[in-house]
C-alpha cells in the first residue's frame, strides 16, 4: 500500500519540479536577455557620445560646412549608427554648436561655446597703426611677444619727472609696418543694437518683457530655445540669478548691480554700466558706451564690447575700473570715425585684460593686457596734460596669457578654433 501510495505522488511531483525548472530556466534566459540589451545600450551610447564629439570636431576644423543658423545630417563614417545632426548659431561673439548623435530611438545631444582663435606665443602681442610717429615709452612698460610698430619704431621719453625703466624688447619680436589697422571681422562687427532687436525681438517667439519677469532667477538650458528679457525702457539688473541661454535686451540702458549672478548671459543696450565689486560670467555688447566700476570680475569666457554706427551725440567708449579683471575679450569699434568723436577704451590702474583687446580709435592703458593688443593709436592723461601715442607704466605681455586661451578671430587672421566650453 505504501508503495501505491508513493507511486501515486510521483506524477505530480515531478511536474512540481518540471515547472521549477522551467521557471528558473526562463527566468534565467530573461535575464541574460535583458542584460544583453542593456550592455549593447550601454554599448552604442558610448558610440553616439564618441560620435557626438567627433562632429564637435568636425564642426571646430570644418565651420563653414554650416551657414550661421543652419543644420545638417550627416553619416559620419557611412556605416550603421553613425549618424548626426549639426547645429550652428552665434552666441554673441562666440559660436554655439549642437550636435545630436542618434540611432533608432536612441540620442545624445551636446553643445558647446566655441572659438576660432586658440593661443599661441607667435601670436601677435602689440600693434599700432602708423600715423608717421613713433610710440613714446615712459616709466617701467613692458611688451613681450610679437609687436607690429610704425616706422618710428619706439622713442623713450621724459614726463611727469619720469623716464623709460622698462624692458628693451627683443629684436626678433620687433615688426615695423605702415599699414593702417586691420578691420575688426565682419562677423563681429555686425553685433549692434539694431542686430539684437530685429533678429530676437522682431522673430523670436520666446520674448519676456523683463517687467513681467516672475521671480527672481531664471535658468535656460543651451539645449533648449534663447529666452530674451526685453524692455523698451532702462533695465535695472538687482538680486537676479540669470544662467545659461538668455538675452537681456534694453532700447535704453542696463544697470547691472554687484548683488546678482549671472553666467553665460547676454546683455545688450545703447548703455551699460556694471557696479563696483560686480563678479560674474557674461558678454556685454553696447553701441554707445561701457563703463565697468573698480574691483569687478568678469570671468572667462567673457566679452566687453561696444559697435558703433551712424550719427552718435558723443565718442562712444569703454571704461575698464581700476583693479578690474576681465577674462575674455575688450573691444571698441566705430565704423566710421568722426574726427571730434573718435573711439576711446580705457583701462584704469591696476586693470588687467586676460585675453584680447582690440580698439580703432584711441587706448589709453593704466592697467595691464595679459594677450594681444591692437589699437589704432594711444593717448595718455596726466594731472598736467595729454601725450598722444604714449605707454607708462604698463605691461602687454603674450606670454602671460593662460595656454588654454581660446578667444575670436578680432581681424580674420584665419586662426584655429577649438572649444571654449561644454555647456548644459
Known amino acids: 500500500m505504501l508503495r501505491a501510495k508513493l507511486k501515486g505522488y510521483a506524477l505530480p511531483f515531478a511536474v512540481f519540479i518540471s515547472a521549477i525548472i522551467i521557471i528558473l530556466s526562463s527566468t534565467l534566459i530573461l535575464a541574460a536577455h535583458y542584460n544583453n540589451r542593456f550592455y549593447n545600450r550601454i554599448i552604442l551610447l558610448d558610440r553616439l557620445n564618441a560620435n557626438a564629439s567627433s562632429a564637435i570636431n568636425l564642426l571646430l576644423v570644418n565651420p563653414d560646412m554650416i551657414e550661421e543658423g543652419g543644420e545638417t ?8 549608427a553613425d549618424s548626426v545632426k549639426m547645429e550652428k548659431e552665434p552666441w554673441g561673439v562666440f559660436d554655439l554648436f549642437t550636435v545630436t548623435a542618434f540611432h533608432q530611438q536612441l540620442k545624445v545631444k551636446r553643445s558647446v561655446i566655441a572659438g576660432n582663435y586658440k593661443y599661441d606665443s607667435t601670436n601677435v602681442a602689440f600693434f599700432v597703426s602708423d600715423h608717421g610717429k613713433p610710440v613714446s615709452v615712459v616709466g617701467n612698460v613692458n611688451i613681450k611677444g610679437n609687436s607690429f610698430l610704425p616706422e618710428a619704431g619706439f622713442k623713450q621719453a621724459h614726463i611727469e619727472g619720469k623716464t623709460f625703466t622698462g624692458r628693451r624688447i627683443s629684436d626678433n619680436e620687433i615688426h615695423k609696418t605702415n599699414r593702417v589697422l586691420p578691420p575688426l571681422s565682419e562677423r563681429i562687427a555686425r553685433l549692434n543694437t539694431d542686430y539684437f532687436l530685429d533678429k530676437y525681438i522682431n522673430n523670436s517667439t520666446k520674448v519676456i518683457p523683463f517687467e513681467e519677469m516672475l521671480g527672481d532667477s531664471l535658468t535656460v538650458s543651451f539645449l533648449d530655445s534663447v529666452v530674451v528679457l526685453y524692455s523698451p525702457y532702462s533695465i535695472a539688473l538687482n538680486y537676479r540669478f540669470l544662467q545659461g541661454k538668455i538675452i537681456v535686451i534694453s532700447e535704453k540702458e542696463i544697470q547691472i548691480g554687484n548683488n546678482n549672478q549671472l553666467n553665460d548671459v547676454l546683455c545688450v543696450a545703447p548703455y551699460i554700466r556694471v557696479e563696483n565689486q560686480f563678479a560674474g560670467k557674461l558678454q556685454l555688447l553696447a553701441r554707445d558706451s561701457i563703463a565697468i566700476g573698480d574691483n569687478c570680475n568678469l570671468k572667462y569666457p567673457s566679452a566687453v564690447g561696444v559697435i558703433s554706427q551712424g550719427q552718435i551725440s558723443k565718442a562712444p567708449a569703454i571704461s575698464i575700473g581700476e583693479k578690474t579683471n576681465v577674462c575674455g575679450m575688450a573691444f571698441m569699434y566705430r565704423k566710421s570715425a568722426e574726427p571730434d568723436k573718435q573711439p576711446m577704451l580705457k583701462l ?54 593662460s595656454r588654454s586661451y581660446v578667444g575670436m578671430d578680432l581681424i580674420d587672421e584665419q586662426t584655429r578654433g577649438s572649444v571654449i566650453k561644454w555647456v548644459y
Open 73 to 80: 545630417i550627416i553619416s559620419l563614417y557611412n556605416e550603421a
Open 348 to 401: 584704469d590702474d591696476g586693470s588687467v585684460v586676460k585675453g584680447q583687446v582690440y580698439s580703432n580709435g584711441y587706448t589709453e592703458i593704466k592697467g595691464s593686457i595679459h594677450g594681444s593688443l591692437y589699437t589704432d593709436r594711444f593717448f595718455l592723461s596726466t594731472p598736467s596734460s595729454i601725450y598722444e601715442n604714449t605707454l607708462m607704466d604698463t605691461d602687454i605681455d603674450m606670454y602671460k596669457l
